[in-house]
């Protein structure tokens, strides 16, 4: 971060202070490594880049990026493995190491340590592209089971294996909340799909992407208007206003590093979804798509093709009749209260819409 009284774009020397006070310098603070993992006969000097002549850059991030994925004598793997069991516990909602955070000696040990080595052999060859690992991670058969049921128990070792969905009697026990551990020393084995809330950020996009209203313009300035329609990515994070939504659902705190994000349940998050007028003005932009999508169509198109923008499938023939019935009964309230037959319709969309949004089935993955 620059700051405008700061005068050049960066500092030539950093110095040691002296009860943090920059008036009482005490040394230059050399710009190194971690020596534990600099297995360079040259040091450091390995990795460092000088910035070409009045570069307004001084070239030692560049110099850490080397350093950090240098797998032959740096601590290449190390990194590598670090990053590709973040992207299991994202999408998984646990990590091969449940500590990610610590890999050290008081951190967990690896439930499967041939995978996570293998997954970290595929990032180094794909050139610490991550999108290549997401692919793989979400497209597995571990990825794809049930949340409904346990299965049997199957080791994961060395690839993405298969693992049978079938609900078994031994399968029932596996797999519990408690971390393996001296007493517990059963590995966890992926036997079932856990299920997962989004995190804020996504659930605020999801109904900005449900609504057909979410801006997909990449790059430029942060904000802090909760009504902007980009990416929620974009949101400035300042430590006297965050954003409420945010922090209903579990945004982190700015100022720690936060290895595993809490997923609490409560009933302002409910209420957010029933009363929220952000919220609402989603279920009525998400009314007026399907209302515009299936035009003078029978009620069943709107619904079938809401559940599809929604929850990713067709409504059950149950789930049809009874949405069904409900907007007709909404239909008719409104009409009731003296609206115009059209514009009753439209509401009762837009109530389906919310109700759409509201449902455990959209704000969590199972």
């Not at 009525?284 to 559940?307: D, H, I, M, P, Q």
């Not at 023939?317 to 115009?340: K, S």
């Amino acid at each position: 971060i620059r700051h405008h009284t700061q005068g050049a774009d960066f500092f030539n020397e950093t110095h040691y202070l002296k009860r943090g006070d920059c008036e009482q310098k005490d040394g230059v603070a050399e710009p190194s490594f971690l020596q534990v993992l600099t297995r360079h006969p040259d040091g450091a000097e390995h990795w460092s880049e000088r910035p070409p002549e009045s570069w307004r850059t001084s070239y030692r991030r560049r110099s850490l990026a080397n350093w950090i994925t240098d797998v032959e004598h740096g601590p290449g793997q190390l990194a590598a493995r670090v990053i590709v069991n973040r992207l299991w516990q994202h999408h998984m909602g646990r990590g091969l190491v449940g500590t990610p955070n610590d890999f050290g000696k008081q951190g967990e040990r690896p439930s499967h340590p041939e995978l996570l080595d293998w997954l970290a052999a595929r990032l180094i060859e794909n050139g610490w592209r991550l999108k290549p690992i997401h692919r793989l991670i979400v497209t597995s058969a571990v990825y794809r089971q049930s949340s409904g049921s346990r299965s049997q128990q199957s080791e994961v070792s060395g690839q993405l294996s298969a693992v049978s969905d079938q609900p078994t009697a031994a399968g029932a026990s596996t797999d519990s909340d408690s971390q393996p551990s001296t007493l517990n020393p059963q590995p966890f084995l992926w036997s079932r799909f856990e299920p997962q809330r989004l995190e804020a950020e996504v659930i605020r996009d999801a109904m900005l992407a449900a609504a057909g209203t979410l801006e997909r313009r990449m790059y430029g300035s942060g904000t802090l208007d909760e009504t902007h329609r980009r990416r929620s990515i974009y949101f400035m994070v300042k430590r006297s206003k965050l954003l409420p939504t945010m922090v209903l659902f579990d945004a982190p705190e700015p100022l720690v590093s936060v290895g595993d994000r809490p997923a609490t349940t409560i009933a302002p998050q409910a209420l957010y979804f029933m009363n929220n007028e952000q919220v609402r003005e989603r279920a009525r932009e998400f009314g007026a798509r399907l209302a515009k999508s299936s035009g003078k169509g029978s009620l069943e198109e709107a619904v079938t093709r809401g559940y599809l923008i929604a929850l990713a499938r067709c409504p059950t023939e149950a789930e049809l009749a009874g949405v069904v019935a409900f907007l007709e009964q909404q239909t008719g309230i409104y009409l009731a209260a003296g609206r115009p037959e059209p514009a009753a319709r439209d509401l009762a969309l837009v109530d389906l819409a919310q109700v759409l949004l509201s449902l455990n089935e959209f704000v969590y993955v199972e």
